[in-house]
């Protein structure tokens, strides 16, 4: 028995979203979200996810609760740079060559960003980045105003227009 679909167009509507929808779940499923909190000085008892009961952080800890949640992290270093560089490049920062703050990972060295946009992911990064040359981090930077420590009369994300 075959079924004729260009006569009964509703089904033939309802299987191909049906079909779409199952395409889209299956994609989505292969293809999380990655998330990425990298912050000075903070620690795992700051996070309610993690059991501070007095900072609220509600949207971290929704997303811990319905995401992944490493208990068991160690830092490269005890200084920004090279525990930013070794995060973002796998390496130990003696390895990628940012073993002191200021220093620069060597050329050539490649960085989450290079090897998640052949995966397809769009790459962001936001606020402080501490970390060079950028060709070796090419992340798309959003928010480059947060995290400068500029007089706050130079600062972008504090200008106001004067009332008149």
């Known amino acids: 028995m075959t079924i004729a679909y260009y006569k ?3 089904i033939t509507i309802v299987l191909i979203i049906l079909l779409h929808s199952i395409a889209i779940s ?3 499923q292969q293809k999380p979200n990655i998330v990425i909190f990298l912050a000075d000085d903070l620690n795992q008892q700051d996070i309610g996810a993690y059991g501070n009961r007095d900072v609220k ?8 609760t319905e995401g992944m949640r490493f208990t068991n992290a160690y ?26 703050n200021h220093f620069t990972v060597r050329a050539g060295i490649k960085s989450l960003p290079h090897y998640l946009r052949q995966q397809g ?19 798309e930077h959003i928010g480059r105003e947060f995290g400068q420590y500029s007089p706050i009369e130079n600062r972008l994300d504090r200008k106001r227009k004067p009332c008149r």
Do not use: E, W
Request: proline residues 10%; aromatic residues 16%; charged residues 10%.
């Open 75 to 100: 830092a490269a270093s005890s200084m920004c740079t090279p525990s930013r560089s070794a995060m973002f490049t796998g390496l130990y920062p003696f390895k990628n060559g940012a073993q002191m």
């Open 26 to 28: 299956l994609y989505a």
């Open 57 to 64: 952080t509600p949207y971290m800890d929704q997303l811990a």
């Open 8 to 10: 009964y167009p509703a």
């Open 121 to 139: 992911y769009r790459v962001v990064i936001s606020g402080k980045i501490h970390m060079a040359p950028l060709n070796n981090f090419p992340f």
